[in-house]
Each structure stands twice: as structure tokens, then as C-alpha cells.
């Protein structure tokens, strides 16, 4: 029996989460939304960000016949996830959680980085779930990540140098703090794009986890365990469908960046105010 996975996120940025998915679970359906009318979800309230992830959440489960939910956004994982779980009767996986074990799995000295958007800083989210491990965690707002991603700039000089400013200002922090980290949590999901560079640029012998891997990991083992002992073939390649709140021009155009293949067309939806 072929899976159909909802995944939804604010903009594109989680396309990145998406290309995770497809590479481990080929033969599931997929529908992806972008909220991108509404976005950047930071700078709304919890209240807000709640309604707007459960208007998609819902459009991507009634419409769409999603049978499990992906939220690939950090705000909305931080701020939403329970609102989501509680509004619709499939199973919702965010990439806060997979993101900390994935942490725990992998530090050994239990000191963790955390590198994300102000907003997924401000909520504190990533500190909990790694506190709840028995990790302590240190979390950095990087605002200039995201745009230079989107300019493409992934490997650039400019970028390059932002990023050591960035992990220098946090490795100094973690001194000062007494901590050892030996692993750094990618905590957006534009990130992934930058790994590489990242990779070169934290200290010899620092773990980088991408928490849109973890999240597509975390997924694919849910899904392909309740799958199991169920009757049916593949049906075939992953089919995937992708839909925008605005700017669908944009999505088509940067969104291959993220996903790794062209995202074909995309259709323009109104999930109202």
C-alpha cells in the first residue's frame, strides 16, 4: 500500500525536509504546501502561527488524503505541533524532537549547538527537547543564514565568513559557559544547503546534524513500521504535488534548490485570512 505524507512548512525551506523523505520512503505520494502568503511565521504569535499551521495541516489531510504529517518548519514545530496533533486524526512528526535525538545519538561529551532562525531561538525549543535528553544546549539566532541561501550563495565567500563570525561567537559563548560541545544542530531547514560549508568551518571533530534528515528518518521509521505485514506493491516512483499560499513563480524557481529536482509546477491555493 503507497503512503501519502503531507508535508508542510511556511515557505520552501522545507523542501529540504521533502527531498530527505523521498530518498528514503521512493514509492510514497506526497503533498508539500508552502504558506508562503503568510510568511515569516516569527514574527506572528503563537496564537496565530497555530491557526495558520492547522488551516494547512487540515487542507493537506482532508484534501489531500494525507495519511501522515510532516511539519518541516521550525516555528511551527516549536510553537504549533500540538494544536496540529490535536486538529487532525492522522500522526504529525515535527523536526524538533528527531533533531535532539539525533543530538543525543551523537555527542558524547552531552554539550550540544544549536544554530537557527530568531524565532526557533526565541522559543527555546531545541534547549528543551535537549534538556529532556540530559543534554545541555546552546542556541544561536543566525538571521543571515536564510537570505544568503536564498541568493544562492551556498558556497560563497561572503557566506562563508558570516558563518565562522557566527560559530565563533557561539564557540566562544560555550567557553565562557564552561561547555564542550562536540555537536551542532542544524535548527532550519534552509541549513541543509549549507552543510558542506558548515562542515568545514565548525572545529575538527564536531558531529553536524541536520534535523530535516533526522525528521525524514524519524518519519520513514514510523511510516515503514506501520506498514509492515500490510498488502500492496509500490505503485512506482515518488509522485509528489506541491501547492503556495503566493509568490508560486518563486517557489518554482528556488524551490529545486532545496528539493535537488525541479518541483514542476505549482499550484496556487487560498487557504483564507
Known sequence: MT???????????????????????PHAEFAFIGDTARLPYGSKSRRTIARYAVQSAQFLVQEQGAEYLVIACNTASALALDAIQEAVPVPVLGVIEPGAQAAQAASHSGDVLVIATDATVQS???????????????????????????????DHPVTAEVARIYLDELNA?????GLQPDTLVLGCTHYPLLRPLL????????????????????????????????AGEPSGPAKIRCFATDSVEKFERLGSRFLGRPVGHVELIDLGG
Open 173 to 177: 559563548a560555550a567557553a565562557a559557559e
Open 3 to 25: 503512503p501519502t505524507i503531507g508535508v508542510f512548512d511556511s515557505g520552501f525551506g522545507g523542501l529540504t525536509v521533502l527531498r530527505a523523505l523521498v530518498e528514503r520512503l
Open 124 to 154: 527555546h525549543a531545541y534547549a528543551a527537547a535537549c534538556h529532556a535528553r540530559g543534554l545541555r544546549a546552546l542556541e544561536k539566532a543566525c538571521p543571515l543564514l536564510v537570505p544568503l541561501v536564498e541568493e544562492g550563495w551556498t
Open 199 to 230: 562542515e568545514r568551518t565548525v572545529p575538527p571533530g564536531m558531529r553536524v546534524i541536520d534535523s530535516a534528515e533526522s525528521a525524514a528518518e524519524a518519519a520513514a521509521g514510523l511510516i515503514n513500521g506501520r506498514a509492515a505485514g500490510v
